[in-house]
């Protein structure tokens, strides 16, 4: 998928589309659209990566803002006592949908265990 047909990066340049409730000059958060939790945010890199079968030594500072990031939405949204799960999808087997590297936060419920 070339970035001009991919909504992540559409969201990203274009203030049209919707609005982020963070971003700084790494990544931006907005809430899913199609919400699996009562809070459930993904946190997205600025930059085209299509997923983390193509980050390397260059992707550190922002892979690790991701997960800044994510612990900061989570204490916005009132979760980090309480508990949320990050989770990233790669490739088929996971699911991945939009081939534009992006981190779920899910919170606000028992999130039961993984699998
Ligand atoms: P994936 O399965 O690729 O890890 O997750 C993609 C997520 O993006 C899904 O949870 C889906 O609901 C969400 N999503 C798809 N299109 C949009 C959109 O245009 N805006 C927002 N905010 N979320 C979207
Ligand atoms: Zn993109």
Redesign the pocket.
């Known amino acids: 998928m070339s970035t001009s047909q991919c909504?992540f990066c559409a969201?990203a340049r274009d203030s049209a589309h919707?609005s982020p409730i963070y971003r700084d000059d790494q990544v931006f958060v907005?809430?899913?659209?199609?919400p699996?939790a009562p809070v459930?945010l993904?946190i997205i890199p600025n930059m085209h990566l299509a997923s983390l079968a193509y980050i390397g030594p260059g992707q550190v500072p922002i892979m690790g803002q991701m997960f800044i990031v994510a612990e900061e939405m989570a204490r916005r949204e009132g979760v980090t006592l309480s508990g949320y799960r990050l989770a990233?999808?790669q490739g088929k087997d996971?699911?991945?949908?939009?081939e534009h590297l992006?981190m779920?936060l899910l919170g606000g419920q028992g999130l039961g265990a993984m699998g």
């Open positions: 909504i969201i919707e907005v809430k899913d659209i199609n699996k459930h993904l990233v999808n996971s699911g991945q949908e939009i992006h779920h």
